[in-house]
């Protein structure tokens, strides 16, 4: 069992100033990672919003931009479900952006029916986790140059459903949409743990975090449609107290802390502190056994590396 030190209340007022700072956020038009994004601005960074869908992106921007009028923020393609559109979408970052401070991989689907990606992975196998590596490993030069950079990976309380089967990642056998949810999430963690173990055997400043956002409110946290009857849903769910679901904003608030908190140390995974750790202020947590197994997690790195034909450089 991991001892999780008592710790003192943290709120986004608490987020530093962040000029002259660069982030990307991966899945930002939206949820959480919208929050994010929205605050990261309001403090001065320069924000990368690295979306699926470019018109979502851009009222993303635009509301941002509403909220902060003098918002540095621009939106980059990048579709998790396709390599081809990951280094692409790298290539294009690359180019605009050689130093990058915060990388923020938040990006995913949850539920999915059975089903594979442009490159023949289990859809959130490759969406959630490969799309993910693929991504991280292309740009992470960038984030290298920032000296004191963070990968910030974006994990959930399925990881403790999740089991890995390197003889099956497609998952072919006894799938259900739950089990293959909670197997790209334990490998999100098991990637997390790993990046800063090698990270600092290479002696490098650069640190991998990871952050759950409990039962937040949001489309991918099951709570999404566009009905009249789901948003107003939504806005009695916002807005009434839950002990087990909160706004999107406070969900966003373990990632956020993550990824500024100078006090924040690598393989360090932080979530809400409230029941069943689903809501409540953001604190150091832990995950369970699986995520922290290491044998398990460098298994997982060569099978990543082989699948995506992306190779990381320490």
């Not at 069992?1 to 956020?25: H, N």
């Not at 018109?55 to 479900?81: G, K, M």
């Not at 832990?286 to 082989?306: G, I, P, Q, T, Y």
Request: with cysteine; charged share 20%.
């Amino acid at each position: 069992m991991v001892e999780v030190p008592v710790q003192r209340r943290w709120s986004a007022v608490d987020v530093p100033d962040l000029t002259g700072k660069s982030a990307v956020i991966t899945g930002a038009n939206s949820g959480i990672g919208f929050e994010t994004a929205k605050v990261l601005a309001s403090r001065g960074a320069t924000v990368v919003l690295a979306c699926r869908n470019p018109s979502r992106a851009q009222d993303a921007l635009d509301r941002i931009r509403a909220l902060t009028p003098d918002a540095d923020v621009s939106t980059l393609e990048l579709d998790l479900n396709s390599l081809a559109s990951v280094r692409k979408a790298a290539d294009a970052l690359l180019a605009d952006r050689p130093v990058i401070d915060l990388l923020i991989n938040n990006a995913g689907v949850i539920m999915l029916p059975h089903g594979r990606t442009e490159d023949g992975f289990e859809q959130h196998l490759g969406i959630n986790h490969l799309g993910h590596f693929a991504f991280t490993g292309l740009v992470l030069g960038a984030v290298r140059a920032a000296g004191a950079g963070r990968v910030v990976t974006v994990g959930s309380n399925g990881h403790r459903m999740g089991k890995l089967d390197f003889e099956d990642l497609d998952f072919t056998q006894g799938y259900k949409p739950l089990r293959g949810y909670g197997r790209s999430k334990l490998a999100n963690l098991l990637f997390f743990y790993e990046l800063d173990r090698r990270l600092t055997a290479a002696g490098l400043s650069t640190r991998s975090l990871a952050a759950h956002p409990g039962g937040a409110n949001t489309d991918a946290g099951g709570f999404g449609g566009d009905s009249a009857v789901q948003q107003r849903l939504k806005r009695f769910i916002d807005h009434v107290p839950n002990p087990i679901v909160h706004p999107a904003h406070k969900g966003a608030l373990p990632i956020l802390r993550a990824a500024t908190d100078p006090a924040a140390k690598g393989g360090t995974y932080y979530g809400p502190s409230g029941l069943l750790k689903m809501t409540g202020r953001p604190v150091v947590t832990s995950s369970n056994a699986a995520s922290r197994d290491a044998a398990v997690a460098a298994l997982l790195w060569d099978h990543s590396e082989r699948l995506t034909g992306v190779t990381y450089s320490f």
